[in-house]
């Protein structure tokens, strides 16, 4: 059974970074594009980005393109998702889900900015 | 180009509702690979339906993809009051981008 385990709850100044990881056990980690969808409270969901491990390159959506960076160790099947220059507007829960169909989820994490 | 869904919907317990994806330009077709999730407050979101029709695994029969029209389209038949539910599409946009309509709420009762 392939399970998505994500990383715990962040509380973060405005202006810091925030690093989130997203470790993939039970199965194939290399080959699956790990996505990252962001969800602010009350709010719908909205896809950031993605990447395939084993291409190394990840494509981003246009609004987080600058400000987020994200990578993958294959050695350990751990996916990360950095987001900089936090704003309060960033309060949001981080989920990671796998594969074209994003058919598996992680639990999601929640990063809240506040000064 | 915004992915547009219904706000929301009522449905009756045992009827049948069909909510849709469209886009703010353009039409729907299948090689946008819609895709359809489910999510109930402070869970994760679950994945009913990938490339328009294919349910995922252990997804009910009662859930079922289409493409209606310029539209994609998921279906509840035979409605129950655990599909009380938020519901997603995501396209495909090409080029590795990919965009989540807003939501829909449907509520049984």
């Known amino acids: 059974q392939v399970l998505l385990v994500q990383s715990g709850a962040e509380v973060k100044k405005p202006g810091s970074s925030v690093k989130v990881s997203c470790k993939t056990s039970g199965g194939d980690f290399n080959s699956y594009a790990i996505n990252w969808v962001r969800q602010a409270p009350g709010q719908g969901l909205e896809w950031v980005g993605r990447i395939i491990p084993l291409l190394g390159s990840a494509s981003l959506a246009q609004k987080f393109q600058g400000r987020v960076t994200i990578t993958a160790d294959m050695s350990t099947s751990t996916a990360y998702m950095e987001l900089t220059t936090l704003k309060s507007e960033d309060t949001a829960v981080f989920f990671c889900?796998?594969?074209?169909?994003?058919?598996?989820w992680g639990q999601g994490t929640m990063v809240t900015v506040s000064s | 180009t915004a992915v547009t869904q219904e706000p929301a919907f009522s449905v009756s317990p045992g009827g049948t509702v069909t909510l849709t994806c469209g886009l703010s330009?353009?039409?729907?077709?299948?090689?946008?690979?819609p895709s359809w999730y489910q999510q109930t407050p402070g869970q994760a979101p679950r994945t009913l339906i990938y490339?328009?029709?294919i349910r995922s695994s252990g997804v009910p029969d009662r859930f079922s993809g289409s493409i209606l029209g310029n539209k994609a389209a998921l279906t509840i038949t035979g409605a129950q009051a655990d599909d009380e539910s938020d519901y997603y599409c995501l396209l495909d946009m090409g080029s590795g981008n990919y965009v989540f309509g807003s939501g829909t709420r449907v509520t049984v009762l």
């Open positions: 889900a796998r594969g074209e169909a994003l058919d598996i």
């Open positions: 490339s328009t029709n």
């Open positions: 330009s353009g039409s729907v077709s299948s090689t946008y690979y």
